[in-house]
Nanobody
Framework: QWQLAESGGGLVQPGGSLRLSCTVS????????IGWFRQAPGKEREGVSC???????NYDDSVKGRFTISRGHAKNTVYLQMDSLKPEDTADYYC????????????????????WGQGTQVTVSS
């Protein structure tokens, strides 16, 4: 049984940092890219960052230079380090898995991401 579980969300002041974790079970991560998406109230879900099995990464322009995606030592956990947070980063954050047997890079669109977690809430406010 597959599972993606996000953790690490919370309330942080503008300029602060949070590290989100996505723990994956039941999927062979050598074949899957992991993406982070977010959905703010009243807005569509959007791609934030993703990482390929060989650690190639991709970032949305809105988070480049502030967010860093990485895999843990055990490889079944993917982190999203979020620095210099802004109020507009407030959203529910989701991780998802995309089978990428024939892709050379991961995508920041929802299509192709078959497995999703339940999300973790991030609020950036003073």
């Amino acid at each position: 049984q597959w599972q993606l579980a996000e953790s690490g969300g919370g309330l942080v002041q503008p300029g602060g940092s949070l590290r989100l974790s996505c723990t994956v079970s039941g999927l062979p991560l050598d074949d899957y890219a992991i993406g982070w998406f977010r959905q703010a109230p009243g807005k569509e879900r959007e791609g934030v960052s993703c990482i390929m099995p060989k650690d190639t990464t991709n970032y949305d322009d809105s988070v480049k230079g502030r967010f860093t995606i990485s895999r843990g030592h055990a490889k079944n956990t993917v982190y999203l380090q979020m620095d210099s947070l802004k109020p507009e980063d407030t959203a529910d954050y989701y991780c998802a898995a995309d089978l990428v047997l024939w892709q050379t890079s991961c995508l920041l669109t929802m299509e192709g991401y078959e497995y999703w977690g339940q999300g973790t809430q991030v609020t950036v406010s003073s």
